[in-house]
Nanobody, 122 residues
Framework: QVQLVESGGGSVQSGGSLRLSCAASGYTYSSACMGWSRQAPGKEREWVAR???????TYADSVKGRFTISRDNAKNTLYLQMNSLKAEDTAIYYC????????????????WGQGTQVTVSS
């Protein structure tokens, strides 16, 4: 049974930093494609960052240069380091996984965590 559990969310002032974690289990973690998405109140869920096999990364333009996605295969954990946070980064952040690494869009990934709230005050 695949499980993804996010942690690390919280409240921070504009310009601050947070690191989100996503503990994964139930599949071959090191070969999976994974990513982070977020959903702000009243808005659609949007992708933030993705990591592919071979540690290839992609980022949404809105977070490029501020956020860093990484993974620790020994701990089966995905991270999202968020620096220079802005009020518009306020959202619930979700991690997602595609063990097959064949799905093109993160919105179609089959496995999702329950989300962790990030609130940035200006």
């Amino acid at each position: 049974q695949v499980q993804l559990v996010e942690s690390g969310g919280g409240s921070v002032q504009s310009g601050g930093s947070l690191r989100l974690s996503c503990a994964a289990s139930g599949y071959t973690y090191s070969s999976a494609c994974m990513g982070w998405s977020r959903q702000a109140p009243g808005k659609e869920r949007e992708w933030v960052a993705r990591i592919f096999r071979g540690d290839i990364f992609t980022y949404a333009d809105s977070v490029k240069g501020r956020f860093t996605i990484s993974r620790d295969n020994a701990k089966n954990t995905l991270y999202l380091q968020m620096n220079s946070l802005k009020a518009e980064d306020t959202a619930i952040y979700y991690c997602a996984a595609d063990p097959s690494c064949l799905i093109v869009r993160i919105r179609n990934y089959p496995y999702w965590g329950q989300g962790t709230q990030v609130t940035v005050s200006s």
